[in-house]
């Protein structure tokens, strides 16, 4: 009986060796529906808290939402990742009521945030960030902006929380130098953070210093913030030059696309502008930037009831 019973718990111990080591090999190849099918198994046979976030990531990497957010009810999370990871796929799932509810909309207290580890104040910036992202979605404009501030002033690497604030227009003038002084003088953050911060204020208002043009400068993150610089000051031709280069060598800038339709219309571009939203329509049908650039296509035309049409698309 003894030796049946350390026979069992030896097979048992082999089974879960094999399903991580099979879950992990799947995950490395991203091949993340077969490392949903042996986690899943993993969980059910040992059951501890990071089998379940475990398997819950591979849901969200799998695009199976509803059973990831199903993992994180059953297993009741409780760790700020895990939390996070069901609030990324509640809002896939356009659940932000739930959403905000899971995550909480008050800062953490200073001297809980002050001793938490490294890796744990990056990933309550991030969770921060969703909580921006979701007040967004919900029309919160005031709270989308503090949690968004939140968020970089915890971790001023998040460079996609700054340009969320810059694109949706939720700080004045003030309030944008104002945040770039803070975050230059902040701990941890990059030089080349420092420059692109102090460059994106700039663009939005008369020049007050030379855009950097030489190395890294080159990239198109910073080639879009000089376009962005011509276009506020009136010189649309050399915008037109600057979003052309950019986009031929990066043509799913996130970004550009917007400023270089704008471009266009004002240089009346009427043939290129009918090529380029045909062209973001044919390959991007469910971006809302395609249907943007149709719309000011027939803005252009003066056919105004079909611009409305697109618009609202």
């Known amino acids: 009986m003894e030796r049946s019973e350390q026979e069992g718990k030896e097979g048992e111990k082999k089974m ?39 398997l819950a990531e591979c849901y969200y990497r799998s695009e ?15 760790a700020l990742a895990f939390r996070h990871l069901l609030g990324l796929c509640m809002v896939k799932c356009k659940q932000y009521e739930e959403c ?11 001297e809980e945030f002050a001793n938490l580890p490294l890796r744990e104040k990056q990933m309550y910036a991030n969770v921060c960030k969703l909580r921006g992202d979701t007040m967004l979605q919900l029309e919160s404009r005031y709270r989308a902006k503090f949690w968004y501030l939140e968020a970089l002033y915890t971790d001023p690497t998040v ?14 003038a003030k309030e944008e130098t104002d945040l770039v002084r803070r975050l230059q003088k902040a701990p941890g953050s990059l030089a080349i953070l420092q420059l692109y911060y102090e460059t994106s204020v700039a663009c ?36 037109y030059s600057i979003t052309v280069d950019i986009l031929e060598d990066d043509p799913y800038h996130p ?3 917007e400023l270089h339709i704008a471009v266009l219309f004002e240089l009346d571009k009427r043939r290129e502008l009918f090529l380029f939203a045909h062209n973001l329509v044919e390959n991007n049908p469910d971006d809302h930037i395609s249907w943007y650039a149709v719309g000011c296509y027939y803005m252009l035309l003066l056919n105004f009831e079909q611009a409305r049409r697109y618009f609202s698309k």
């Open 204 to 239: 939005h208002g008369p020049p007050t210093h030379t855009l950097p043009q030489e190395g890294v400068a080159k990239s198109g993150d910073f080639q879009w913030k000089l376009a962005q610089r011509h276009y506020y000051t009136g010189e649309m031709q050399k915008a």
């Open 16 to 54: 879960v060796e094999d399903l991580e080591r099979a879950t992990r090999s799947c995950m490395e190849g991203l091949r993340y529906q077969s490392a949903a099918f042996y986690a899943e198994k993993l969980w059910r046979l040992r059951g501890t808290d990071a089998d379940a976030f475990r």
């Open 255 to 257: 970004y550009v696309r």
């Open 159 to 172: 460079v996609h929380v700054f340009e969320t604030l810059m694109s949706e227009s939720l700080l004045s």
């Open 100 to 110: 905000i509810e899971l995550l909480g909309d008050e800062p953490m207290p200073e």
């Open 64 to 78: 199976q939402y509803k059973r990831a957010i199903q993992v994180g009810q059953t297993e009741g999370a409780k």
